[in-house]
């Protein structure tokens, strides 16, 4: 009894151990093909660090990391240099960084204001370098004319990759279960979750995105519509979900552990898990890239 103990505790270590260095692979490969000097470190570790006393479990550090990695990924899939990489970086994971529950003020201009205090402190930025950071803070809820690749990066990362596809349909519950409290006081778990769909509804417009993305917008778009409407025939996997994971954002479970912890039941569920899945751990990078028209970039 005690060796099989001890063989199960080395083949979990085992298991961690692997994951670990994958991610650690994952890191180096796909996102930060770029030096980042020890001052953007240590800024990094000062965002993680406010970012777990967020107030909202759907923008504590997993989606500050994964939004960040997209708005690198789009820098450099469209050609983008590695100062302009860099530039992307620091607005991924500052640009959450002031974000309460409800939106008395608007917390992208919250965000972009507290980013340039702190950035005060960090001389290798040149002025126009931070005024950079701040529109791609600013501007990362809605579209303007865009200016520069870092200046769109922010807002495609968040929208397209964080904000559509499988994914949402777990992170939009989450975030309908917070909401409960507060904008979706009194709703029924599936009833608030398709509310949500239809508040957020006018982000998923494709027309709003630009021409380069509208293959992959269109690609992301299509999970969410399945979705809602499944939630809006009363399909049990879809509102089993959409419960679940209302209860996870009402209750404030970690976010992160709720998306991994999840065990689908049938196989509806098993294919958006798996889609949320390899976008989390980042390996739906090479179909985003074939879904990018670099013609039109
Ligand atoms: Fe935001
Ligand atoms: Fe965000």
Not at 2 to 9: A, D, Q, S, W
């Amino acid at each position: 009894m005690r060796n099989y103990v001890f063989l199960l505790i080395c083949a979990f270590l085992l298991e961690q151990r692997v994951a670990d260095s994958l991610e650690g692979l994952y890191v180096k490969r796909q996102t930060f093909l770029m030096d980042i000097p020890p001052a953007v470190s240590q800024l990094t570790e000062y965002c993680k660090n406010v970012y777990t006393q967020a107030e909202s479990v759907i923008h504590q550090w997993g989606h500050i990391w994964r939004t960040t990695r997209g708005a690198v990924w789009f820098v450099r899939t469209t050609g983008g240099s590695q100062r302009e990489q860099l530039l992307a970086y620091v607005a991924g994971i500052l640009h959450d960084i002031v974000r309460p529950i409800t939106e008395e003020t608007c917390h992208a201009q919250a965000s972009a204001d507290k980013a340039l205090l702190v950035l005060n402190g960090y001389l290798e930025f040149t002025i126009s370098e931070r005024e950079e950071i701040y529109n791609a803070i600013r501007d990362h809820r809605r579209p303007v004319s865009w200016k520069t690749r870092v200046h769109q990066s922010v807002y495609l990362s968040d929208k397209v990759l964080e904000h559509m596809g499988a994914y949402l349909d777990f992170r939009g519950a989450v975030w309908a279960g917070e909401l409960s409290r507060t904008d979706l006081r009194g709703l029924e778990p599936v009833d608030a979750v398709i509310t949500y769909y239809r508040k957020a509804s006018p982000k998923f417009l494709t027309g709003l995105f630009p021409d380069h993305v509208k293959n992959l917008v269109e690609y992301q778009v299509e999970w969410n519509r399945k979705f809602l409407s499944a939630l809006e025939r009363g399909e049990v996997w879809a509102c089993q979900m959409a419960e679940t994971f209302f209860n996870k954002g009402r209750q404030k479970h970690e976010f992160e552990h709720a998306l991994q912890s999840f065990n689908p039941h049938d196989r509806k569920q098993q294919k958006w898990t798996h889609e949320m899945r390899t976008y989390v751990t980042g390996q739906k990078f090479s179909l985003f890239k074939t879904l990018i028209d670099h013609k039109k970039n």
